[in-house]
């Protein structure tokens, strides 16, 4: 049977095949008359090596291009190290910190109320404001307040930071060492 092939440069030629020739046995010839490796083409889709010829086809050459490979993606570096998320933490039993009960047996609530929330619901407390879950209403506290808690805050990380300077040469290298001593301490 002949076979018609067309080649990159628009030539169409003749191949006297016998039947039942595969596609691979023609792109072997092409390869050897051409010198490099080809791909043979028919309407559109690429054809496999064990696909067999039909006279009733054109089949056109085509070449791999280096050029059409995917580009490698170049790994991302990051400057700046990732931010921590803010991880929510249960804290049991909270309401009670919300009262306390002198030794007369009479109980003092420690946090705010909310003015325009149901009664009992209590507002956060922040160094510089109370806050209300429930509605989001915030009330700021007054600067003096404001400075005492700060200096409170900034004592407590002083003797935190004192704490974990302590436990660092006697836990050792590893961290996992370092931080349980340091958990050992605040208890
Ligand atoms: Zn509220």
């Known amino acids: 049977m002949i076979i018609k092939v067309g080649h990159l440069n628009g030539e169409v030629k003749l191949y006297d095949l016998a039947d ?66 803010h991880r929510h933490r249960k804290v049991k039993l909270a309401t009670l910190k919300l009262y306390t009960i002198d030794n007369k047996g009479t109980v003092q609530r420690s946090h705010k109320q909310c003015p325009q929330c149901p ?15 429930t509605c989001h209403q915030t009330f700021r506290m007054d600067e003096a307040t404001i400075r005492a808690n700060l200096e409170a805050i900034k004592k407590q990380q002083a003797a935190k930071a004192a704490a974990a300077a302590a436990a660092a040469p006697a836990g050792g290298a590893a961290t996992g060492g370092a931080a349980g001593g340091k958990k050992g301490k605040k208890k």
């Open 20 to 85: 039942q020739t595969s596609a691979g046995h023609l792109m072997q010839l092409i390869q050897s008359e051409l010198g490099c490796e080809v791909q043979l083409v028919n309407a559109g889709e690429s054809i496999a090596a064990s696909a067999l010829l039909g006279s009733e086809s054109i089949y056109y050459v085509t070449v791999d291009a280096e050029g059409g490979k995917k580009k490698k993606k170049k790994k991302k570096n990051f400057a700046k190290p990732k931010k921590k998320k």
């Open 119 to 133: 009664q009992g619901v209590y507002m956060a407390k922040h160094f510089d404001r109370h806050y209300c879950g």
